[in-house]
């Protein structure tokens, strides 16, 4: 199996070249999003708990995100709680930076009610 072309081993060279960058983008991408889904979740979780007052909820909420290193102060959490409901709420942003050369800003919102 010959593993060179016409013109020499340039199109291996590149798709790997190629592969390694998508990778790379991939990871650098996918750590937020990871992040943003399991305070999601958690978020959800704590909201099905029975607190009577917003600062347990406010805790708990923040205690997690601070365990994901998400960017969140406890006055940026805001949580409503009534008769049948709990809303729990915040939002933060990140900026994925791409080998120095780009950055992306990524705006994330968690809205939960249970």
Do not use: H
Not at 29 to 58: C, M, V
Not at 78 to 96: A, D, K
């Amino acid at each position: 199996m010959n593993i060179r072309n016409e013109r020499g081993s340039i199109k291996p060279v590149l798709c790997i070249i190629l592969l390694i960058v998508s990778v790379y983008i991939g990871y650098q991408f996918t750590l937020p999003y990871y992040r943003y889904f399991t305070l999601k979740s958690e978020a959800r979780s704590i909201a099905r708990l029975s607190y009577r007052g917003p600062d347990r909820y406010r805790d708990l909420v923040y205690a997690e995100a601070r365990s994901l290193n998400i960017p969140v102060k406890p006055s940026d959490i805001y949580v409503v709680v009534t008769n049948r409901q709990v809303r729990i709420s915040t939002s933060w942003s990140e900026v994925v930076d791409l080998a120095g050369y780009y950055q992306v800003p990524l705006d994330f919102e968690v809205d939960v009610v249970e």
